[in-house]
């Protein structure tokens, strides 16, 4: 079990992570950022990989029901 501060670290880092790989257009920068805390704390770097990677799961299912949604209501409106 991670250490809850190690956690909170890591989500922090995720949520910075995500936005600025937004704003630059580099979706691999968290894997970037994952080898510089690697080189110092392989636990925070895990940590911070499982964060990010749950996070981006989370919003690409979204976009799917969402995508689902509007096909379904699209074949509903004919």
Do not use: H, W, Y
Request: with cysteine.
């Amino acid at each position: 079990m991670t250490d809850p501060s190690v956690q909170e670290m890591a989500n922090k880092l995720a949520e910075e992570c995500i936005a600025v790989q937004r704003k630059i257009g580099d979706d691999r920068l968290f894997m970037k950022l994952g080898e510089v805390l690697g080189a110092s704390s392989q636990t925070l770097e895990e940590a911070f990989l499982t964060a990010v990677r749950t996070r981006l799961a989370e919003q690409q299912g979204r976009a799917f029901l969402v995508k689902k949604l509007k096909e379904f209501q699209s074949q509903t409106d004919v």
